[in-house]
């Protein structure tokens, strides 16, 4: 089965600054996707960005990029210009693509803290 | 925008008791899901339901659990014959295509 590992639990970023947040998989397959999901209080998960492994181009959504690095199977995502609203639970997510029905494989995820 | 909803929010139920977790996936959506969250822990797979059938189940999915999509809205969750260890969020997701869209998720709590 496949792995995904959040190695940093927790992390601080002062307001306007940047931040990056590490995550680190295992998988022999060749084509896939990578999500980060955001946790706020609330609870609910909210996609913050996705990207297909057979994409060379690191995606980007506004203030969230990532640095998808496919031979070293890591997949970090940078918070630029980070704001209150920031501050969540942030989770790493891996899926297969053959199958749409393929379940999700989470990492145990970093908890960010925006200092005012 | 198109949201998957969950209720209850919160439950509270006695050790050995039924429950029934609810979810209304996003109208469009073909797959669906539930996962669970131990506090502090990561999200885990339960099991993964389409075309009115179970497609996938992890080995936390055992024979207390059962699936259903009643109608053409609702897709629930039970739990026949709960354990303190189902202490949990449950969180239900749906998918038309790669990305799943979770629902805000059930904290239950068994006594």
């Known amino acids: 089965a496949q792995t995904v590992t959040q190695s940093q639990p927790e992390m601080s970023v002062q307001e306007a600054e940047t931040v990056t947040l590490s995550c680190t998989y295992d998988?022999?397959?060749?084509?896939?996707?990578l999500f980060w999901y955001k946790q706020p209080p609330s609870r609910q998960m909210i996609l913050v960005i996705r990207q297909e492994a057979y994409k060379q181009q690191n995606a980007t959504e506004n203030r969230f990029s990532v640095n998808f690095q496919k031979a070293a199977k890591s997949f970090s995502l940078k918070i630029s210009d980070s704001q209150l609203g920031d501050a969540a639970m942030y989770f790493c997510a891996y899926r297969s693509v053959p199958n749409t029905g393929n379940q999700f494989y989470f990492g145990t995820g970093t908890s960010l803290t925006v200092i005012p | 925008e198109p949201e998957v909803t969950q209720t209850p929010s919160h439950q509270v139920t006695q050790m050995g008791q039924e429950v029934i977790l609810r979810c209304v996936p996003i109208s469009n959506h073909l797959y669906f899901y539930w996962y669970r969250q131990i506090l502090g822990q990561k999200v885990e797979f339960l099991v993964s339901?389409?075309?009115?059938?179970?497609?996938?189940k992890s080995e936390i999915f055992d024979d207390q659990f059962s699936v259903e999509r009643p109608d053409g809205s609702n897709f629930t969750l039970k739990i026949r014959s709960t354990k303190l260890e189902d202490s949990a969020m449950y969180f239900c997701a749906s998918t038309e295509r790669e990305t799943q869209y979770f629902g805000p998720g059930t904290r239950l709590l068994v006594l």
């Open positions: 339901f389409y075309n009115n059938e179970i497609s996938e």
């Open positions: 998988t022999s397959e060749s084509d896939y996707y």
